[in-house]
């Protein structure tokens, strides 16, 4: 009986380290800049207290496409010597709309809804950006050949999706992550 217990006790020590990668060649149908890779139904996470940069350099939104933890401030930047607007929506709604007429501004700004979100700014029409939202932290961009790598997915069966943020279009196959 004690054999037994002291087995027991190894497998719920072990049961939480079960984690994997998941890497690969994402097709992208040649728009690897818009396309962000990541699994559906794993465990959420808050990024609450985890920040990532968004500049405006050049009238151009860096990154083009940003994927988020859900809960995570993005620090809105202007880096331009001239005003730029955010303007984010979603779907045709929209959920933001700040000016930054100074360069080195800093808008922080917490993204807590799930989901895909276009970024414009209504003074450079030619701009435009892609922010997505995210459940838990397993995604990836993917580089010029599409490969990704995202590290330590708990062990189960999931929804890996390739996602081209720019024209929403996803292609979702099933994972298995040991
Ligand atoms: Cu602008």
Redesign the pocket.
């Known amino acids: 009986m004690r054999k037994l217990i002291a087995s027991l006790a190894l497998v719920v020590v072990a049961a939480p380290a079960l984690a994997g990668n998941l890497a690969g060649i994402a097709d992208c149908n040649g728009d690897c800049g818009s396309t962000v890779v990541y699994v559906e139904g794993a465990p959420t996470r808050d990024g609450a207290g985890t920040t990532v940069d968004f500049d405006?350099k050049d009238?151009v939104f860096i990154p083009h496409v940003l994927p988020v933890l859900q809960g995570a401030t993005v620090n809105i930047k202007n880096g331009d010597p001239f005003?730029?607007?955010v303007h984010v929506y979603s779907g045709k709604e929209t959920v933001l709309n700040i000016a930054l007429p100074f360069q080195g501004q800093v808008m922080p700004q917490a993204f807590t809804e799930p989901g895909r979100y276009e970024v414009l700014?209504d003074?450079?029409p030619e701009?435009s950006a892609f922010i997505m939202v995210l459940e838990n932290p397993f995604f990836a961009t993917v580089d010029e050949a599409g490969a990704y790598e995202i590290t330590d997915v708990p062990a189960g069966e999931y929804t890996l999706v390739v996602h081209n943020v720019a024209t929403d279009q996803a292609v979702r196959s099933p994972v298995v992550v040991n």
Do not use: G, W, Y
């Open positions: 405006q009238k005003l730029h607007n700014c003074a450079h701009m």
